[in-house]
């Protein structure tokens, strides 16, 4: 079974930044892709960004709104997957969750990944 942990979110002002971490343990790393999905009140769930693992090497994918802005990353000695986010808007305001999908590949549909983690909420105000 595997377990998924965020934590790194809060409260900050309009430019600024936050890491966010996925902590995942009770699994293959590699074996699985890890997305950052994030919801905002009365809205549906998008997903932010992935990382997946094809042909022996990882591959990165971002949503558009957060092109430029936001980086993904992993640390495989720890099994944590980063959210790194600059230029914070109050339109990334959300609970930010972060997910796991077999057979290391990503997708943008939320029902396709397994397991989740509890959220952390990130808010954007001045």
């Known amino acids: 079974q595997l377990q998924l942990v965020e934590s790194g979110g809060g409260l900050v002002q309009p430019g600024g930044s936050l890491r966010l971490s996925c902590r995942v343990s009770?699994?293959?790393?590699?074996?699985?892709?890890i997305g950052w999905f994030r919801q905002a009140p009365g809205a549906e769930r998008e997903e932010v960004s992935c990382?997946?693992?094809?042909?022996?090497?990882?591959?990165?994918t971002y949503a558009d709104s957060v092109k430029g802005r936001f980086t993904i990353s992993r640390d495989e000695t720890t099994n944590i997957v980063y959210l790194q986010m600059h230029g914070l808007k109050p339109e990334d305001t959300a609970v930010y969750y972060c997910?796991?999908?077999?057979?290391?590949?990503?997708?943008?549909?939320?029902?396709?990944?397994?397991?989740w983690g509890q959220g952390t909420q990130v808010t954007v105000s001045s």
């Open positions: 990382l997946g693992y094809s042909g022996g090497g990882s591959t990165t």
């Open positions: 997910a796991a999908l077999y057979r290391g590949i990503c997708s943008r549909a939320s029902s396709e990944y397994q397991f």
């Open positions: 009770g699994g293959t790393f590699h074996a699985w892709g």
